[in-house]
C-alpha cells in the first residue's frame, strides 16, 4: 500500500493499492474462499462482487492456449529452465 494526503486539508491520510498489491487480489479471493469452507464452514461467506454489474466473482483456472477451465485434476506443474541470466 501506498500512503498519500487526504483531498481533505486535515492531517489525515488515505492509503492506495500499488501495482503488486492489486497483483495479489487473486490469491486473497482464493484465500478467502478456502477459509469461509474449510476454516469458516458454518459464517456467512466473503462475497466478490463485480462493481459494473454487481455480479458474484469467483476464480477460475482457465488454459491460455484452449481457454477452456481447468478442474483441479487437470492441472500439472512443470519447473522451467533458469535464465541465462541467472544461471
Avoid: N
Avoid at 21 to 33: F, S, Y
Amino acid at each position: 500500500m501506498e500512503r498519500r494526503p487526504s483531498a481533505e486539508s486535515a492531517p489525515h491520510h488515505g492509503y492506495i493499492l500499488t501495482d503488486m498489491g492489486r497483483e495479489l487480489l487473486p490469491v486473497v479471493m482464493a484465500l478467502t474462499h478456502w477459509g469461509d469452507r474449510w476454516a469458516a464452514p458454518g459464517d456467512p461467506p466473503v462475497i466478490f462482487r463485480h462493481e459494473h454489474c454487481g455480479g458474484e466473482l469467483h476464480q477460475q483456472t482457465v488454459c491460455d492456449d484452449c481457454g477452456r477451465y481447468a478442474a483441479i485434476e487437470a492441472v500439472m506443474a512443470h519447473p522451467t529452465a533458469p535464465s541465462p541470466a541467472l544461471a
